[in-house]
């Protein structure tokens, strides 16, 4: 009999919660129960209670914490949990910022999810991984000068 992690996918993207591919299923799924989850819940009500300026000045100092940890590579997984937090405060935050700046928040967003892609080969590498440190470093300045808290 074929246990019910050999069976069909749930899910056509391979995402963490994709039954059927063996071996990897396992490795996901114990690399996700083994963290503590997060309680985003807790995050959100305590990031939504400051102003949008500080919001994104909070978001500015998680990216310029990106650039700061990638310099130890045993950062590797304070550095994704940056990044998912960072992604959660885009999805809070852009719908109440100005069009200009909700599109450039996007913008951030899709590079933070395409860095989360493909993190495994990125940390490996000490080029990629300057270039993130890089690529965060100047995404930070940028939404440090929409914040508007420089002014």
Known sequence: ????????????????????????????F?????????NWNA?????MSDPLPIRLGNLAANLSRIKSFS?????????????????MFIEWTAAQAEIEVAAKLVEL??????????WQSIWTDPKKRS???EQSSMWSKQVLELSGLLK
């Open 109 to 118: 967003q899709i590079q933070l999810a395409l860095w989360q892609l493909q």
């Open 71 to 87: 310099s130890n590579e045993a950062s590797r997984d304070t550095v994704a949990s940056l990044i998912e937090e960072s992604k």
């Open 131 to 133: 270039q993130v440190a």
């Open 1 to 28: 009999m074929r246990s019910w992690m050999n069976g069909r996918g749930c899910r056509g993207d391979n995402g963490p919660w994709t039954i059927g591919y063996g071996r990897m299923v396992r490795f996901r």
């Open 30 to 38: 114990a690399r996700i129960m083994s963290k503590p989850m997060k």
């Open 43 to 47: 995050v959100k009500e305590r990031f």
